[in-house]
T-cell receptor, first 113, second 111 residues
Framework: EAQVTQNPRYLITVTGKKLTVTCSQN?????MSWYRQDPGLGLRQIYY???????DKGDVPEGYKVSRKEKRNFPLILESPSPNQTSLYFC????????????FGPGTRLTVT | GNSVTQMEGPVTLSEEAFLTINCTYT??????LFWYVQYPGEGLQLLLK?????DKGSNKGFEATYRKETTSFHLEKGSVQVSDSAVYFC??????????FGAGTTVTVRA
């Protein structure tokens, strides 16, 4: 089954404790992206990757890191999480960029206390 | 910069009612426009899209027409069902890599 998976689905952590949210897709997509969803703000793009080893900032990259060492994986790293990063996070992938249909993962709900 | 403005929700309707969700955009250049839908507890799914002026996207009884003169892409459905209860997002893209989403409109359909 074609899908985007994220882990963990739920995470409660404390300020400053480094964490990684994994994202994996099995569709051989070149493009992957991370978004955060906050009430009243919709989805905002954090980082995106056009292909292996090629990443770029979205609209809200501060406090986040990404890497794309393999085509299928695109982890999101929070080196020192803060409460304002409490949010619902989505990973997405597509064939070749945003003009193509993006396939979204199920989401990761992160709470930073 | 590029931006999308959606009508604020929540919207509550009875089954078989007509649904309209307004979406207007600001963009430099010629964007592609999308409607994504998020069902409870799930990620977003593409509902429909349009890539140039006067294009009409349609899917599952929903329609939206790309109106360049009014910079709009309003979503419509003639007869909603309870299963259409979801959050609907309008989005645009100019280059190939950065999508801009609206704030989302929550729609609840009552039986």
């Amino acid at each position: 089954e074609a899908q985007v998976t994220q882990n963990p689905r739920y995470l409660i952590t404390v300020t400053g404790k480094k964490l990684t949210v994994t994202c994996s897709q099995n569709m051989n997509h070149e493009y992957m992206s991370w978004y955060r969803q906050d009430p009243g703000l919709g989805l905002r793009q954090i980082y995106y990757s056009m292909n292996v080893e090629v990443t770029d900032k979205g609209d809200v990259p501060e406090g986040y890191k990404v890497s794309r060492k393999e085509k299928r994986n695109f982890p999101l790293i929070l080196e020192s999480p803060s409460p304002n990063q409490t949010s619902l996070y989505f990973c997405a992938s597509s064939l070749g960029g945003g003009r193509f249909e993006q396939y979204f993962g199920p989401g990761t709900r992160l709470t930073v206390t | 910069g590029n931006s999308v403005t959606q009508m604020e929700g929540p919207v509550t309707l009875s089954e078989e009612a007509f649904l309209t969700i307004n979406c207007t955009y600001t963009a430099t250049g010629y964007p592609s426009l999308f409607w994504y839908v998020q069902y409870p507890g799930e990620g977003l799914q593409l509902l429909l899209k349009a890539t140039k002026a006067d294009d009409k996207g349609s899917n599952k009884g929903f329609e939206a027409t790309y109106r360049k003169e009014t910079t709009s892409f309003h979503l419509e459905k003639g007869s909603v069902q309870v299963s259409d209860s979801a959050v609907y997002f309008c989005a645009l893209i100019i280059n190939d890599y950065k999508l801009s989403f609206g704030a989302g409109t929550t729609v609840t359909v009552r039986a």
